[in-house]
């Protein structure tokens, strides 16, 4: 049995689609464009890139982007000064902030100064509070986390009575999925480093997230026959040569690597009943949930 590939790209795309549609009508009826303002701070290549994608998906999907570089010696007071400032701005409807920050800024004192009904990403502490307590819903929740939710209803997976598994137990991926795979009625187990049999605790899951930075970690016989595997990790490996030697693009002469996800993709697809690709799987989906998070904010700001 080969698994039905889960395309992250499609499913992306439509609620880009559904994003467009209903930001347009919310203009139409209110005079609203929702607004999203990013904060950077420093020269990260890798946060510029990303920052560079979600200005560009909210020109696609009809928002409005407010974009914030501040130098990397910015001091601390002034970044929260800044977020304080968009959150105060009734244009701007959701505010992201670009982890990381540099190291002489404490993370969560930024984090804490957004509104938590302009936390588009979902790590305001009382965010990510709420999600963990029973009968709260918090304003938002993690794009990642909730794409890979959003995969998994769009697929029609069973997650309310499924044996869930989430390999990996961080504040980006790890924790606030098994938190949102536990809201949905799945017994959720939680592995990491520490975790004994870690293939045994595996071959139990219904459900199987795997998002612990380690390329093609979870191996075929781990796999329980009918799994639904989303795999979150996203890791460079070198490309070789048939005789076993680094491969060297002809463009840039630099070596070629290849991106892999935590899963040995080739051998688990023969026995899931359905799996994410990397790429193409969860990875489209964040700025897809970020979207949906800054419409639902505007939204929320006409009521």
């Not at 999907?61 to 977020?83: K, R």
């Amino acid at each position: 049995m080969t698994a039905q590939l889960i395309d992250g790209k499609a499913i992306a795309a439509a609620i880009h689609e559904e994003v467009r549609v209903a930001a347009a009508e919310l203009k139409a009826k209110h005079g609203i464009t929702p607004g999203l303002a990013t904060v950077l701070v420093g020269d990260n290549p890798a946060s510029h890139s990303y920052v560079k994608g979600k200005r560009q998906a909210c020109a696609e999907d009809g928002l409005e982007s407010f974009p914030n570089e501040l130098p990397a010696d910015t001091p601390q007071a002034d970044v929260i000064a800044l977020v304080k400032r968009l959150g105060e701005d009734p244009k701007v409807h959701g505010i992201l902030v670009q982890l990381p920050l540099p190291g002489h800024i404490n993370e969560e004192a930024v984090l804490n100064a957004v509104p938590i009904t302009k936390d588009v990403d979902g790590f305001h502490p009382v965010n990510i509070g709420k999600l963990g307590m029973k009968n709260r819903e918090p304003s938002f929740e993690p794009c990642t986390p909730a794409g890979v939710i959003e995969l998994l209803d769009r697929i029609g997976a069973k997650i309310e009575g499924a044996s869930a598994v989430v390999l990996g137990r961080s504040n980006i991926v790890g924790l606030p999925v098994s938190l949102l795979l536990l809201g949905r009625n799945a017994t959720v187990t939680v592995c990491h480093s520490r975790t004994k049999d870690i293939a045994a605790v595996v071959r139990q899951a219904d459900i199987l997230v795997a998002a612990i930075g380690k390329a093609k970690f979870v191996k075929a016989e781990w796999v329980k026959p009918g799994a639904v595997v989303i795999d979150v990790g996203v890791n460079s490996l070198p490309v070789l040569n048939p005789d076993g030697t680094q491969a060297i693009s002809e463009k840039t002469g630099k070596p070629r690597t290849k991106l892999v996800g935590d899963c040995d993709f080739e051998a688990v697809k023969e026995v899931a009943s359905a799996i994410t690709p990397v790429p193409g799987g969860v990875g489209p989906m964040t700025i897809a949930m970020l979207m949906k998070n800054t419409l639902r904010a505007a939204q929320q700001s006409v009521k």
